[in-house]
């Protein structure tokens, strides 16, 4: 893992000033605390900062081919270097290195920006071609590594987080309106927006080409993970084939020339990787955990009965209402407003690992390949309930009835009559978005400030989602509902929290279940066989039967979360009350606080169970802190401040 940065000018001939380039990286240099290089040519500027993986010695970035015309900023891993590397030399190339970067040059004198389509790993780069005066930045299949862009007339500004950008002058920080919708919509913001209008994120499996003068190309999609269910195959060879590819992705994830650990959840998909992993390391495997002193929350047990099973080194740590007190640091690392409470305990388990080992590998992916979260099985009960409905009756009676149904957040979800008429009265792809949204309507509009309401112009939030749910084939829900996850959750959610935990502590994290061929393996195995008779993840659970004990196996998922609820009432109040609810707090300027006043207040007394929306007020109202008063005395944030509050006047 790494951080790149770099500008490029439309005047071929400006230099980039050292100093400038300089601050990018020094802004991402938790990402990269080995190393720094620099590249200058006049118009354009590379910077790189390394978390030395793989050839320690003399694998420094920038890279070059032979003759320096192309150079190169990466971050990630290649698994499949090795391969590509004896199949360039075959071919003349001759290399200076041993690292998987430098496979990099070589590849694209071979094919040109279609070298992505060759790499297995994940990665975000940026590629300077001398000769053809050309710029190709590239991200990884699902998303694991980020890439941040910003263009206007005069230059392009990448870097691998927000921040890098931001420290390069001329940079716009004005907030779109649309974000903060999309953000408490689904305490995340999704797709190629970011919080800040004119700043982008690459979408995955995007590579964008550039020329000097030319910053406005657009960027190809280069794939695309396709729900094509085959039917051919038996269950029995269908998890042979799982546990074939598991094995070799794994094994190719442990490629490192550091020592390797594994995050220990005691969920099933950590423990398959645990249990994988344990005896192909030097030494016993180290794992590590978190837990809390809530017992309902926490998981320590067993995980420790699979590093007992395993013969593991396990080291584990509890998490306290303390935790939330870094709240303020996971602003400054995730750059926007990010409101999965599990970023607390992942940023915790990261840190813990990071004073052991320099990698570990993750189980996160396990539940979109394989159809592991509960709302899958949940949402396809309401999906066989829909089908047996007239639409008539759907459409017309069920909608309204669910508009004029009281909401009853203290009860269980299937009690919830608001939420399942209001599913069962949408199709499959937007009951399924409905089924993600933090914060539904009209509360979410009425939370917004009137005048980013008054800008928003029927902005649609969940129209993501629905395309990518429309993208499987329209009999199979289930494989809709992975579709979506895939190209909307898994890379806008779960691995930005686990790439901005880790880095801000010097870790790399490679997740095996996110190997892409994997995911097109899972991709093609029909939907009876991941949720079965309303068990979820049913076929990966059997293919592994043999190695993981029953206690594993058939305890209901839990997940990585926080007791927000409780801690919200109690130890979270005073931190609540100042940085939401005080009529001078910056957030002001972005929502309604009477109206979460309100909410608050029915959340204390135990009428309303808001506690992920209230949490999401809290996150933006810490993030609003930094860029509009927090450090109101620097001169960066005073202009970073002018400007957004130009966007609200």
């Known amino acids: 893992m790494c951080g790149i940065a770099g500008i490029i000018y439309s005047d071929r001939h400006r230099p980039v000033e050292p100093a400038v380039l300089k601050a990018m990286g020094d802004a991402i240099a938790h990402r990269g605390p080995d190393a720094e290089g620099f590249w200058f040519r006049p118009g354009i500027g590379l910077a790189h900062r390394r978390l030395s993986i793989i050839d320690l010695e003399g694998g420094d970035q920038p890279i070059g081919n032979e003759d320096g015309s192309i150079q190169v900023v990466f971050n990630g891993e290649i698994y499949n270097y090795q391969e590509l590397r004896r199949g360039l030399e075959a071919r003349g190339h001759r290399f200076q290195t041993k690292s998987d970067t430098e496979v990099l040059v070589h590849l694209y004198e071979e094919h040109g920006a279609a070298l992505v389509e060759r790499l297995r790993g994940m990665f975000a780069f940026a590629l300077w071609d001398q000769h ?35 420290a390069c002058p001329g940079v716009p920080r004005a907030v779109d309106p649309a974000a903060v919708e999309d953000y408490l919509a689904y305490g995340m913001v999704p797709g190629a927006r970011t919080i800040l209008q004119g700043i982008i994120k690459l979408p995955p499996a995007h590579v964008l080409a550039v020329c000097p003068g030319a910053f406005a190309a657009a960027d190809r999609c280069y794939w695309r993970l396709r729900i094509e269910p085959d039917f051919g195959p038996t269950v029995e060879e269908w998890q042979e084939a799982i546990r074939a590819k598991l094995a070799e992705t794994t094994r190719l994830h442990l490629i490192a020339d550091v020592p390797v650990g594994a995050f220990l959840s005691g969920g099933i998909d950590s423990s398959i990787i645990v249990a994988l992993t344990a005896g192909a390391t030097r030494g016993p495997l180290q794992t590590f955990s ?31 209402p303390d935790a939330v007190s870094l709240i303020d640091e996971l602003t400054h690392y995730y750059d926007e407003p990010f409101a999965d409470s599990s970023a607390i305990p992942t940023y915790l388990v990261s840190r813990l690992a990071s004073q052991h080992v320099k990698v570990v590998l993750s189980g996160d992916g396990g539940d979109e390949a394989f159809g592991g979260y509960s709302r899958y099985a949940h949402d396809l009960t309401e999906a066989a309930l829909r089908r047996r409905l007239p639409g008539w009756l759907r459409r017309s009676v069920l909608k309204q009835l ?66 990518s749910f429309a993208t499987a084939p329209q009999s199979d829900v289930l494989g809709g509902m992975i579709a979506a996850d895939v190209a909307v959750v898994l890379p806008d959610d779960f691995l930005v929290k686990v790439d901005r935990a880790s880095m801000a502590h010097g870790l790399e994290v490679r997740p095996p279940l996110v190997d892409h061929e994997l995911m097109e393996l899972a991709a093609r195995i029909p939907s009876r066989w991941k949720v079965h008779d309303g068990q979820t993840k049913w076929i990966f659970k059997n293919a592994y039967r043999q190695i993981l004990p029953d206690s594993i196996l058939r305890r209901p998922k ?88 130009s966007s609200n006047e």
């Open 132 to 166: 053809q005066r050309q710029l190709v930045l590239a991200r990884d299949r699902l998303g694991l590594k980020p890439l941040y862009i910003y263009r206007d007339t005069e230059k392009l500004v990448f870097g691998s987080e927000l921040k890098a950008i931001l």
């Open 290 to 320: 978190i837990g809390f002193a809530e017992e309902r929350f926490s998981e320590l047990p067993y995980a420790k009965e699979i590093a007992n099973r395993f013969g593991t080194r396990h080291t584990e740590e509890i998490v306290n």
């Open 402 to 467: 669910a508009q004029v149904w009281p909401k009853a957040d203290w009860l269980p979800r299937p009690l919830r009559a608001k939420t399942m008429l209001t599913n069962l009265s949408l199709e499959a792809g937007p009951a399924y978005a409905n089924t993600l949204t933090l914060c539904r309507q009209p509360l979410r509009r009425r939370l917004m400030g009137a005048d980013l309401r008054g800008t928003l112009n029927g902005h649609d939030p969940g129209s993501l989602l629905r395309e």
């Open 558 to 645: 839990q997940g990585f979360e926080i007791p927000i609820d409780d801690w919200l009432r109690g130890p979270l109040r005073p931190m609540f009350e100042s940085a939401v609810l005080d009529p001078k707090a910056p957030i002001s300027a972005l929502v309604e606080q009477k109206v979460a006043q309100q909410i608050y207040a029915s959340h204390l007394n135990g009428t309303s169970r808001l506690g992920n929306v209230l949490w999401s007020l809290l996150v933006l109202a810490k993030w609003a802190e930094r860029y509009h008063g927090a450090r109101a005395n620097s001169p960066s944030v005073q202009a970073r401040t002018k400007m957004i509050d």
